[in-house]
């Protein structure tokens, strides 16, 4: 994955960013690489949200991850935690919620944590795109 | 630690030493006719701790009524007149309907002894039956109760599959590469068998519990099965699961009430543990009976709560969590399996449940029954 550049950081044409994608279920991973793949992205995958943590602070991931796509139920670290995680010490990455359980409750706590998307599986290929799209502009907003 | 056992036996729910303990002392009950009327009687009147049954008789010896006394450690005889001179009952309860046992009744009891016949004594047969009919309608409803606190888990189970399929067909549509298209059919395939799984499981957890008669349940088999029900209440994933299982290990009894058992054994276990540590489950064939135990290294169970845990409507959860009757119908399903419960617990260390039940029966109970 190395060769990849974000696009934001190099303004190359070749991928449009680079999405961290954290689920215990490998076909969930799977589909959402191939779904992401064909919008331009490159991605990356994490089993759970201690993995998630070791792939955000290894490397150049540190400085190239533009979005990631959280689920909630997982081992280990679960969601609720990565994410408090990631909010605290990359507070400019944004964060997508992609689970299979509608919390009302939930998904509020979680945007008022600055959660930018709150998705419910199954979620249609261009929707999940143009979440990863809207997060993409926070990304870059972010940065000006 | 603490070890407690809740006891259907008057003498030692007296022991417990409750504040509420009654002054009276028990009364001393004796049952005439062992057939399904008198075990029933037998069966209520022994769960009542201001109740000791004294003995219980009947002419047949192989009454089923005269078993389950044998394995209760109520005292059995053939003769009415050696139960009155051996156990002095301060009341008979007649159950055997003959018009001929009413009058002999009446010229061998003592003065001061009561006795329940005739129609009286069909009235509390009908009562009986009533109240296991409300046992029964009670463990329903608390597994309904507690079916939904298996939302979270359904929908994971649920639409993890489902995205799998919606991503692959979405990705199907526009295919080129032929192998390809056959690799991501079959893995939509295989999504769909693995939903309706989840169905299968839960649609014949969630029945109502089959009337049919008490048979040999496979010990080991039902223990797994729970555990796939349970992971849709509790997260597993951090659970460390240890099986010890002897093989072929069996009880007898009603398996769907034997796997609501479990379930609820397992699902308590897990939440003890705040979704981290080790749930053991054992079973072994001890003394010729069966025995069951479930452990986990949990929060454990405070003493002082320890004897009120298998209480109607006592719960530790917070409000909305639990109804206060898991337990409760554990006790109940183990005293109809003619079982024991009990339970081992350490605050900060775990709790043990151990179940035991009989050997099994002997084929004189079988004809009997």
């Known amino acids: 994955m190395s060769e990849f550049k974000s696009g934001f950081f190099v303004g190359g044409e070749s991928c449009n960013g680079r999405v961290l994608v954290v689920d215990d279920e490998p076909d969930i991973r799977k589909v959402v690489r191939m779904t992401l793949q064909k919008g331009g992205y490159d991605v990356l995958e994490a089993e759970n949200g201690e993995k998630a943590i070791e792939a955000i602070n290894s490397g150049e991931n540190r400085l190239l991850l533009d979005v990631i796509i959280c689920d909630i139920r997982m081992p280990k670290v679960n969601g609720i935690e990565a994410i408090a995680y990631f909010r605290q010490n990359y507070p400019r990455v944004p964060l997508i919620v992609l689970t299979g359980f509608p919390d009302t409750d939930m998904a509020t706590s979680l945007l008022r944590q600055g959660v930018v998307d709150y998705l419910v599986k199954p979620v249609e290929g261009e929707k999940l795109k143009a979440s990863v799209a809207r997060a993409m502009e926070q990304r870059e907003l972010a940065h000006l | 630690m603490t070890i407690f056992s809740p ?25 005439i006719g062992a057939g399904r009327g008198g075990a029933a009687l037998l069966d ?4 009542i701790g201001t109740i000791e049954v004294v003995g219980i008789v009947d002419k047949n010896p192989t009454a089923p009524g005269l078993q389950r006394a044998q394995d209760l450690n109520v005292p059995v005889f053939d003769q009415v007149s050696d139960l009155i001179k051996d156990r002095h009952p301060s009341l008979l309860m007649d159950v055997t309907g003959d018009p001929a046992m009413e009058s002999a009744l009446q010229e061998q009891v003592p003065p001061g002894t009561d006795i329940v016949n005739g129609q009286t004594s069909r009235l509390l047969w009908l009562l009986i039956q009533h109240e296991m009919t409300l046992q029964t309608e009670l463990l329903h409803a608390e597994k309904l109760a507690g079916i939904g606190s298996f939302a979270a888990g359904i929908a994971h189970d649920i639409n993890n599959p ?5 991503g692959l067909a979405e990705n199907l549509t526009d295919e080129t590469d032929l192998d390809a298209v056959h690799l991501q059919a079959g893995d939509i ?18 029945r109502r519990t089959s009337l049919r008669p008490d048979g040999l349940i496979g010990v080991n088999g039902k223990l797994d099965e729970a555990l796939k029900i349970a992971r849709y209440a509790v997260a597993l994933q951090d659970i460390e ?3 010890h299982y002897q093989p072929d290990v069996v009880a007898k009894g009603n398996p769907d009430q034997l796997l609501h058992v479990f379930v609820n054994l397992i699902t308590n276990a897990v939440q003890a543990m705040e979704h981290q540590g080790i749930l053991t489950l054992e079973t072994a064939t001890v003394d010729g009976g069966t025995q069951v135990r479930v452990s986990d290294t949990g929060s454990g169970i405070a003493p002082e709560l320890l004897n009120r845990i298998f209480d109607p409507f006592f719960t530790t959860k917070p409000p909305g969590k639990g109804t206060g009757l898991g337990l409760y119908n554990i006790k109940n399903v183990i005293h109809h399996m003619h079982g024991a419960i009990s339970v081992e617990s350490q605050v900060g260390r775990g709790s043990t449940f151990t179940l035991t039940f009989p050997g099994e029966t002997s084929p004189q109970e079988e004809g009997s029954s």
């Open chain 2, 162 to 166: 489902l995205q799998l399929i919606l």
């Open chain 2, 189 to 206: 395939i295989e999504a769909v068998k693995r939903t309706t799984a989840i169905c299968r499981d839960l649609t014949s957890y969630s």
């Open chain 2, 241 to 243: 699961i240890r099986k």
């Open chain 2, 44 to 47: 209520t009147l022994h769960q």
């Open chain 2, 7 to 31: 006891s259907i036996a008057p003498s030692q729910t007296e022991s417990q030493g409750t504040a509420e303990a009654l002054p009276l002392p028990p009364m001393r009950v004796a049952i």
